[in-house]
């Protein structure tokens, strides 16, 4: 809770008890009990990275708000980018109910709505923040990446194996076609070659 009330006080935010409850309501939703992967332990994840290169950010502040709310609608069963644009509705009524500046609130609804693709301008340092750490997983060890893509498979159990291969090669093939996985260029020059390993491996198993 203290990392969020202080990227809220940092993106304009007062301080006080509705920034906590903005904060509870937030937390509420990573624990739903549907989600496996997109759990508050993604959103820890992706928060630590945005912290350990937070320097490479114009407003971290903004990218880091934009990591507490890309995630806040989560419904496996939703098609296209429904889920990111709620999560961005989510983001926009949250924050200016909290009476962030209206600037900011607008930046950070630009931000979570980039996570439905990944695909950022080259001049868009806190977008490319953003994507970089929401994909950090893909380049974990083969085992962290496997227990990811299994937790992500149980969020979808309602989906007949045929039809879950097809659509989860769309996605690797979406993600291995990518101008550049990670923009960062630490992250861009050590992260990538693993990520595009184990994705690469995933792919081959949904023919």
Partial sequence: MDRWRAAARGGGAPDGPALTRAGEDLLARWRE??????????????????????????RPDLVRLAAWCHDAVYDPRATGDANERASA????ALLTGLGMPAAAVA?????????????????????????????????GTPEEYDRYAAAVRQEYAHVPDGDFRRARARILDSLLSLPTLYHHPHLQTHWTPQAHTNLTRERSTHP
């Fill in 107 to 139: 930046e950070v609804r630009r931000l979570v709505l980039l996570t439905a693709g990944h695909a950022v301008a080259a001049d868009d340092r806190d977008g490319a923040l953003l994507c970089d750490a929401d994909l950090a997983v893909l380049a």
């Fill in 33 to 58: 009990p549907h989600r496996r992967y997109h759990t508050v332990r993604h959103l820890t994840a992706v928060l630590d990275v945005i912290d350990a290169y937070a320097g490479f950010a114009g």
């Fill in 89 to 92: 509705d989510v983001a926009e």
